[in-house]
């Protein structure tokens, strides 16, 4: 016979299974939170690649502001606008309001856009 003190070693099966349970539920939190986070990576270098575009057409803009539109290399859109925003009569100069907006698909059927907005003094030679 053996003694009622004699303690018991080793796991049971439920105390396995219990910890497998706990295990999985961990593993595939830490899994989602990792994909999460590459998908706000993915989004962060979206917005920073349409934001050096847009400045780049707002640069050339600058020189010689056009209406238009077009494509990057790499699958961006751009279209920019030109809009008459004080015209003063007394002046040489009038005040334009240039737009640059970026577009670029983000999702099976989303589209994200940017834009920017600057202000530009123009002779009425540069505005034709």
């Known amino acids: ?19 497998i349970a706990i295990l999985s539920i961990c593993l595939v939190m830490i899994m989602r939170l990792f994909s999460a986070g590459l998908r706000a990576s993915r989004s962060s270098c979206d917005y920073t690649r349409a934001v050096v575009h847009a400045k780049e057409k707002m640069e050339e803009l600058s020189i010689k502001p056009v209406a238009g539109s077009g494509l990057f290399d790499d ?3 751009w279209e920019s606008e030109l809009t008459p925003h004080i015209i003063i009569p007394e002046s040489r100069y ?17 589209e994200s856009t940017i834009e920017l907005l600057s202000l530009k003094a123009m002779t009425e030679e540069d505005e034709t």
Do not use: A, D, Q
């Not at 016979?1 to 910890?19: A, C, D, P, Q, Y």
């Open 75 to 77: 699958g961006f859109s």
């Open 94 to 110: 009038n005040l334009w309001i240039v737009k640059v907006r970026v577009s670029w698909p983000s999702g099976v059927s989303k």
């Open 1 to 19: 016979m053996k003694s009622s003190n004699h303690r018991r070693s080793g796991f049971t099966l439920i105390e396995v299974i219990v910890s």
